[in-house]
């Protein structure tokens, strides 16, 4: 199921992560600037955000099966257009309509795990999903960079178009319903339009979405800003850089798989605590560093890959937490969690890019940010850094 849930969620990731060695790429080859290229990979986040508040209603109301085979066939059919585009309004526009299709894989995902499992039984599961999930930002960059040197850049498109046709195959092979119809009776487009307006009333659940929509966010302005800071200001090859990127990943993964242990014997609430203060800690001393006029490569892959270790607690926990009181509309919490932190991400990216100059200093200093405001939020979601009882035990 981990391995099923993961791929599914994976193939939206997938679409950005084989994207970024062929962003410089891009905007030779449709005569664009960077603002206008990042500005493809800001529409997919703001529609694979967008998007999820559909598909999280639709899918408790008529199981989780037909909105995955609707998104993916979306998805599959946009990249067809992707790789046919010849100027970048084109494939603006064509990156929002893919990014629509693939927020089907983000949401409803979640909401199966929520189906099967809730606690530190749930985060075991969501850390296993999140280590297939995670393949993508390693292995998919460096697909990526083959496929750009053996077919150009629309040839990225063309291999995330046959992904989802195979994701959906699987699914029709693999995958039961979890949403069975007995728990569809009371979901409805009122029931959904009520369940939003309680989530959105929920402090305690908006606080854990945002602590970890910000800590992603820092992570979303890496993904846009890094393969111009390494490519075109460290001088590194796509397919380096490909290397360079798994290397943050492969912590982020690698810590994850602890969530369920140490959720168990410390509680998930002191998780994400411990995983905030180190990771915002770290990242501190990274902007430290550059805004005093540094500007070794090797100190920003370095720290960054410790960072990006604490955000691997962080990440599935504050979901598993936030989605842990809303079982009867797991899907529809489910989307809005993945709305409010894609649109958080998005947001950052954007607003970094109003700064970005091709070096590591505007990218940092978002990233820090990010890292910074997620702090705050687990001050006042979560009562300040001292331990506190098990949420497990409360509830």
Known sequence: MALLLGLLSAIGPFAIDMYLPALPAIGQSLGADIGAVQMSLTAFFLSLGIGQLLYGPVSDMVGRKP????GLALFALASVGCALATDIQTLIVLRFIQG????AGMAIPRAIVRDLHTGTDAARLMSLLILVFSVSPILAPLAGSGVIALSGWRGVFWVVMVASVAGMAMMFMQLDETRPPSERVESSLGSALGAYWLLLRDRHYLGLVFIGGFALAGFFVYLANSSFVMIDHYGLSPAVYS???GVNAAAFIAASQFTGALGERFGLVRVVKFGVLACGTVMLALFAYFASGGDRLAVLIVLYF?????????IPTTGVLALETHGAIAGTASALLGTLQ?????????AVGLFTDGRPLPMVAGMAAGAFVAAVLTWLTLGGWRTAPKMEEAL
């Open 342 to 350: 894609m649109l958080t991400g998005a947001f950052m990216m954007a």
């Open 306 to 314: 410790i960072a990006s270790g604490f955000m691997g607690l962080v």
């Open 100 to 103: 629509l299709g693939a927020a």
């Open 67 to 70: 909105p995955l085979y609707a």
């Open 243 to 245: 290397v360079a990127f």
